[in-house]
């Protein structure tokens, strides 16, 4: 397909109209409309405001059409002069090509800078992770359950929304800052990699490289590498702490880091990366630091694991796992 037709505007169009296109931009023109219905629906409206509007000024007697003449000369020319008609015997023809002439630009000119509005895309993971690069170049990552919405100009409108939890690796555009929306939460940067997990309760943003802003309606924070944001769900306050843990990326990396992380914080993260639920009846051993790695196999066999580096008991009571 020739590439012209990726750069169809109304000035081409204009000319398809008049009958002064080129015979590459008539070809494009047919290829533009092919490829897509949103292409053709636009064209067909384009096309039926334009013929109804020349009807309206073909009506009439000839200064009706000098009227047209000069409406095409407006569209052909970016500057146009205002020029006193000259004397008629027929005063209330002049008149009429005026508001004929007016209404038509008016008309066409409201249609003409009217553009579809950019279509709205959709990258979702389910059951399992989702790696994928977006139209900027950047990299995302989705953990399961997870899903971004953007739109199709995101060249240059890099806002975009996230459900769930996703790592961002984000191409450098300082002229296009990258904004995340999730909830009333927004985080703006403009490269850098960074982690964002929403749910019912909080949003947590982790810095990996780079820096972030985060927003949350009046409040705002700044994050540098190895730093973290939480902001929950029924306050205004964002909190910032440092971070040296490693467990948030167990979804793209598909191995569980722990440097004395708390045995709840892993139990919390078994049962999102597993989809199980885990309980810890003993609070003695809620806080237990594990400083282990352990690879995403199958959850069996990472709490055999944890019952041989802790001191603890794992038992499935009823499709939940009991720790104690």
Same mark, same amino acid.
């Given at each position: ?144 359950? +997870? ?27 300082? +002229? ?16 850098? +990699? ?40 029924? +306050? ?89």
């Amino acid at each position: 397909m020739n590439n012209f037709n990726e750069h169809i505007n109304d000035d081409i169009l204009v000319k398809f109209m008049l009958g002064q296109a080129t015979a590459e931009e008539q070809q494009a023109v047919g290829e533009w409309m092919a490829a897509s219905a949103d292409n053709e629906k636009y064209f067909r409206h384009f096309q039926l405001i334009w013929n109804q509007s020349r009807e309206l000024a073909s009506t009439g007697d000839p200064d009706e059409n000098a009227a047209w003449a000069r409406f095409q000369q407006r569209v052909n020319q970016p500057e146009t002069k205002v020029v006193e008609l000259g004397a008629s015997r027929k005063p209330w023809l002049r008149i009429a090509a005026a508001v004929t002439l007016l209404i038509v630009a008016g008309t066409l000119a409201m249609f003409l800078f009217r553009r579809p509005a950019p279509r709205q895309l959709e990258l979702a993971a389910t059951t399992r992770p989702v790696t994928d690069t977006l139209p900027d170049g950047s990299i995302i990552t989705l953990n399961k359950n +997870s899903k971004i919405v953007y739109t199709g100009n995101f060249e240059t409108n890099r806002n975009i929304t996230l459900e769930g939890e996703a790592f961002f690796n984000v191409a450098t555009d300082p +002229s296009h800052p990258f904004v995340l929306h999730t909830g009333d939460v927004q985080v703006r940067v403009l490269g850098t +990699s960074f982690n964002v997990k929403s749910d019912q309760q909080q949003v947590e943003v982790i810095v990996e490289t780079g820096a972030v802003e985060v927003n949350k309606q009046t409040e705002s924070v700044q994050l540098r590498q190895n730093e973290k944001a939480v902001a929950a769900k029924n +306050s205004t306050a964002i909190v910032k702490a440092s971070n040296k843990d490693e467990l948030y990326n167990y979804y793209r990396t598909q191995t569980f880091v722990c440097n004395g992380t708390p045995l709840w914080q892993l139990a919390e993260i078994f049962s999102n990366a597993y989809g199980v639920q885990i309980e810890i009846t003993n609070p003695a051993i809620r806080n237990y630091p594990i400083s282990t790695t352990f690879v995403y196999s199958t959850i069996e066999e990472n709490l055999a694991l944890l019952e041989q580096t802790l001191p603890v008991k794992a038992d499935r009571q009823n499709g939940t796992y009991i720790l104690k």
